[in-house]
């Protein structure tokens, strides 16, 4: 076990602002045989060299990655349901035209897939090119 104030003399700062730092990278601060506070010494290296507060830094920016690219994900599906959903209507609108009925129903039906499918893709070209997937690293 480190002592903090040990480590706040490494650093140049007080053993608050260690203890401060320790608990917001989620460290245990533990007590010594005199009931100081202090860090394991793996913690305490991590502290000093700066890789603690990296780490953390590391995750909390991966983090905030993670719930951009869900967000974008949401957005990109709701872009593609809603251009499938106006071609369906389209599709309904269109569906008791006299050129429709006289045609095989599962060729019909096959069509409509398949323009379904276009506006689908159509759409998620659309937007990816108007809102490019969040990146590591990139501010949001």
Excluded: Y
Aim: glycine share 2%; proline share 4%; charged share 30%.
């Amino acid at each position: 076990m480190v002592s903090l104030v040990e480590i706040a003399i490494v650093l140049n700062t007080s053993a608050a602002e260690i203890e401060r730092e320790a608990r917001e990278l989620g460290m245990r601060v533990e007590s010594d045989w005199k009931g100081d506070p202090c860090l394991t010494a793996a913690d305490a290296k991590a502290i000093v060299d700066g890789s603690a507060r990296r780490q953390h830094d590391h995750e909390v920016r991966l983090a905030d990655l993670r719930k951009r690219d869900q967000d974008w994900q949401r957005r990109q599906r709701a872009a593609a349901t809603e251009a499938v959903e106006k071609v369906r209507a389209q599709q309904q609108a269109t569906h008791l035209d006299p050129n429709q009925v006289a045609l095989n129903p599962l060729l019909v039906a096959s069509r409509a897939r398949s323009q379904q499918a276009a506006a689908r893709t159509q759409a998620v070209t659309d937007f990816e090119k108007a809102e490019p997937r969040p990146r590591f690293g990139e501010d949001t």
